[in-house]
């Protein structure tokens, strides 16, 4: 896929991840892309939803997953803003994704941080698309938060 049209996607994750912020939520947002299409979206929504695991990934998963009818998405590719959490490297290993990017790194508490990758053996994992943007949206956020 080009570059562009990566850049595209990532770019309809950092909308979502906008529209968390403007719920009050932490400005996370995901896609799920199959044959060129968006199959699933999501963004953060723990507080909304009282849901500790409603994370962008997880919600863009579980669209996506009832989107194409099967549990596994090993042709489909995840665009989030934030590297995943564990809990969200997790589920992207069991739905086997074919590739995840991802735009900012956690530095807190995002699944690079404890050594092993805990993607799919066959998931490619790209990461620092649009880093700059998805960051300053996350610093942007807190920053407000503070005030």
């Known amino acids: 896929m080009s570059e562009k049209r990566e850049e595209y996607f990532m770019h309809e994750a950092l909308r979502l991840a906008q529209q968390a912020a403007q719920q009050g939520e932490i400005p996370v947002g ?3 892309v199959y044959e060129d299409k968006i199959i699933g979206r999501g963004y953060n929504q723990t507080v909304t939803l009282n849901d500790p695991t409603a994370h962008a990934e997880m919600i863009a998963i579980t669209a996506a997953t009832h989107a194409i009818g099967s549990r596994y998405l090993s ?7 934030l590297e995943p959490c564990v809990m969200c490297a997790g589920a992207c290993y069991w739905a086997m994704l074919k590739k995840v990017v991802y735009g900012a790194g956690d530095e807190k508490n995002g699944c690079t941080k404890v050594g092993v990758s805990l993607f799919h053996p ?3 994992v790209v990461n620092g698309l649009l880093a700059e943007e998805a960051s300053m949206l996350l610093k942007d956020f807190f920053k407000k938060l503070r005030k």
């Open 30 to 32: 995901a896609v799920i």
């Open 75 to 81: 042709e489909c590719t995840l665009y989030a803003t």
């Open 122 to 124: 066959k998931t490619q």
